[in-house]
């Protein structure tokens, strides 16, 4: 098909400095979770964007010197020449589709902790960067940098540059954002120096200047020089002469760099979850930087729709279309453009659980894109598919996240399949969860899978087909996949770590049978010990319902694990906002129809709160009595000529959306292949 002319320019070729990109689609620096220890899963992992026509392609945050050092969290390290030849290994990928290799310089100054380097963390003042999550927290302080420290720094900024170029990247960033040393220097809260460096604007910014020069010094001749910086609280600053400081530090570099990479300051406004803010939402910080330098510029909004794209090019707010998650849960999201399938787009949902990898010390994990980390060590191309080893056909019962993606990739492969679901419309639990408060978006698992088994002419699909035992056996098919998710209990905990039976009695209700239309009489005390998004999203439903409602967990936080998705300081302003009281640290030992008893977890001390009802969202099961009642008939099964069946998703294992999805793609990628005797192949530093 044909590119749709409306779309041509952002396939434009954009200068910057000696460099020139091929198109305005711009993977920015985003964090992967793979570390020199992993330099094939990170080449093929980068690489796979520039294949899917992203004409730049550039690294996560990689440390200049051992003083910043983000351990345990994940990051890529240049500190001397023998670092160079892994990341050699991305620059080639990328450079063999014909994009370009952009690399982040990165010095964390006080938000590293050092813990493996042991080095007291550099800051401009000794002023720590504190942090309420305990992963963030550290007991050694940073010392406040000298003359000496500044000027060695700067040479560490060359030397990485230079380095970099030899490793054969042709952007070379300074980086001064989120909180890193760099962006310390440009905030007087935390640059409190009398010298040179502090005090007027003009000194706040002369460190990145220095950074900027001396990185044009090493490598400008070849190497294009970008500055990656935060603008948000630059923005809220009056500026003497202009209409804040933000646009006083773009002014003063203007001409420092080749292209300017602006953004927003902190993890939940920089990656902000689609729960919160819409695609776009850097808009407001960055809109006027285009007015103040002539040079390209890049930024990023969780951009998916072409449309938006060519309007901030049009509307002069950006050069080049940035992406991170954008471009994990779609490397081909530009190729797609230029081909006219731009419909075929797997657009982000913004979910952050490609964010919480990081957190977690992992390599990326998408809940779109299930291939993403998997490029390399399962040999999963997110658009080339093993042909079918057989003619054999694929019966998938349940087309929840699992099933769906199940069916799609089974049906991509070539294989003739039948997806039955026994509601009236497929998704599973996302039928429910895409109609809550700020969970719209989560849909599009479902309608991306939808539409491409649409598409295909060896894909049945049935709704309203709730299958019994007999029924499987009578469809005729020679395999079997089991996706019928898991339903939600009323378990009990005695303590945090301990079950003791369920809840019971009147008045008792799961997520389930609120999804089932349900209505709890109020008010209501909904109960967390799962952690997640859904305990906090029912209680903002429950409210929009006209109820009153306490919310009451067991953990430190409202939606406590949502730390790692960046929402959880969103989450708690949205419980305050809805009149949501929170009571932490306490589970809810006992509920008589009138009152809960909520015990301190760790003390036994007890609190009653009026209430008529009680929401548990604990624990799930696997609703998987279709599968036992299946593999308890072998002969049935050989008689009816089914040769397997296999449980996947919630109904093997319950956990998040991104997990159902794996399991799914996990099945349909491994379906009549060699089986190998490990489950991924590991990687090994060079
Ligand atoms: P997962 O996250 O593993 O995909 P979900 O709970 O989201 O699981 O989806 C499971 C789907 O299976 C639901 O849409 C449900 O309607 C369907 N389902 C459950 N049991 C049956 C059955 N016996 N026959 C057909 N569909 C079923
Ligand atoms: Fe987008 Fe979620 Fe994938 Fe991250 S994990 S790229 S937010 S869909």
Redesign the pocket.
């Known amino acids: 098909m044909a590119r749709n002319q409306r779309f041509d320019v952002l396939f434009e070729p954009v200068r910057i400095g000696p460099v020139t990109a091929p198109n305005r689609f711009y993977q920015v620096p985003h964090a992967s979770g793979m570390t020199n220890a992993l330099p094939h899963v990170r080449a093929r992992f980068r690489g796979m964007k520039a294949e899917g026509g992203w004409g730049v392609v550039c690294t996560g945050a990689i440390s200049m010197h051992p003083s910043s050092d983000d351990s345990p969290l994940p990051f890529g390290i240049l500190w001397d020449d023998k670092d160079i030849a892994a990341h050699a290994l991305m620059t080639e990928e990328v450079h063999r589709h014909g994009a370009l290799a952009g690399i982040e310089l990165w010095h964390g100054g006080a938000c590293t902790l050092n813990r493996t380097s042991r080095l007291a963390p550099l800051s401009p003042s000794g002023m720590p960067w504190l942090s309420t999550h305990i992963g963030f927290m550290g007991n050694l302080r940073p010392r406040g940098m000298d003359a000496t420290d500044i000027r060695e720094l700067v040479r560490w900024q060359a030397a990485g540059a230079r380095r970099a170029m030899q490793a054969g990247f042709d952007i070379i960033y300074v980086y001064a954002g989120m909180g890193y040393l760099p962006y310390e220097f440009l905030l007087p809260e935390y640059n409190q120096r009398s010298d040179a460096y502090g005090g007027s604007i003009e000194n706040r910014v002369r460190l990145v200047r220095e950074m900027l020069d001396a990185t044009r010094e090493a490598v400008g001749h070849k190497c294009a020089v970008a500055l990656r910086i935060s603008l948000e609280e630059l923005r809220g600053k009056p500026g003497r002469n202009a209409p804040s400081e933000a646009h006083e530090v773009i002014a003063l570099l203007a001409e420092a760099a080749d292209l300017f990479d602006v953004k927003m300051d902190s993890s939940p406004t920089d990656c902000a979850p689609s729960r919160f803010a819409p695609e776009g939402s850097h808009e407001p910080i960055v809109d006027f930087v285009k007015s103040v330098t002539k040079k390209p510029v890049v930024g990023v909004g969780r951009f998916t729709s072409p449309d938006v794209m060519v309007s901030q090019v049009k509307r002069g707010i950006l050069d080049l279309i940035g992406g991170a998650r954008p471009s994990i849960a779609d490397p081909f999201l530009p190729k797609k453009i230029d081909e006219g399938r731009e419909h075929e787009i797997r657009e982000c949902i913004g979910c952050n659980i490609c964010i919480s990898s990081w957190h977690d010390g992992v390599p990326v994990r998408c809940t779109q894109n299930p291939t993403a980390g998997e490029e390399w060590r399962r040999d999963w191309h997110p658009e080339v598919f093993a042909p079918p080893a057989s003619d054999s056909t694929i019966l998938v019962?349940?087309?929840?996240?699992?099933?769906l993606d199940c069916a799609v990739t089974l049906a991509r492969r070539g294989y003739q399949v039948t997806l039955?679901?026994?509601?009236k419309e497929?998704?599973?639990?996302?039928?429910f969860e895409r109609r809550l408060p700020g969970l719209a978006a989560w849909g599009r698992v479902v309608d991306w899978r939808l539409s491409q088994l649409r598409e295909r002419t060896n894909v049945s699909l049935y709704l309203g087909?709730?299958?019994s035992a007999d029924e499987v056996l009578g469809l005729e098919h020679r395999h079997v996949v089991i996706?019928?998710?898991?339903r939600w209990t009323r378990m009990q905990f005695a303590t945090i770590e301990f079950p003791v039976g369920e809840f019971a009695g009147p008045g008792i209700y799961t997520p389930d049978d609120i999804a089932a239309g349900r209505v709890p009489e109020g008010p209501v005390v909904v109960f967390d010990f799962d952690n997640y998004y859904l305990a906090g999203v029912l209680a903002e439903q429950l409210v929009r319902q006209g109820l009153a409602v306490t919310y009451v967990t067991t953990a430190g936080n409202a939606s406590a694990w949502t730390f790692m998705t960046n929402e959880l300081p969103l989450v708690h302003r949205a419980l305050a906002k809805a009149g949501v009281p929170i009571v932490t640290l306490r589970r809810v030992a006992a509920f008589d129809g009138e009152c809960a008893t909520l015990a301190d977890v760790y003390s036994g001390a007890e609190l009653r709160v009026a209430c008529r009802s009680l929401v548990v969202v604990g624990m799930r099961k696997p609703?998987d009595a279709?599968y036992r009642a299946l593999v308890a008939r072998p002969q049935d099964l050989e008689s009816a000529a089914i040769a397997s069946v296999t449980r996947?998703?919630?109904?093997f294992a319950p956990g998040a959306?991104v997990h159902?999805v794996h399991s799914g793609q996990r099945f349909a990628r491994e379906f009549e292949q060699p089986a190998s005797a490990a489950p991924y192949t590991r990687d090994y530093p060079v």
């Open positions: 019962v349940g087309g929840g996240p699992a099933g039955a679901d026994a509601a497929f998704g599973g639990r996302l039928r087909s709730e299958l996706a019928t998710g898991a609703n279709l996947i998703g919630d109904c959306i159902a």
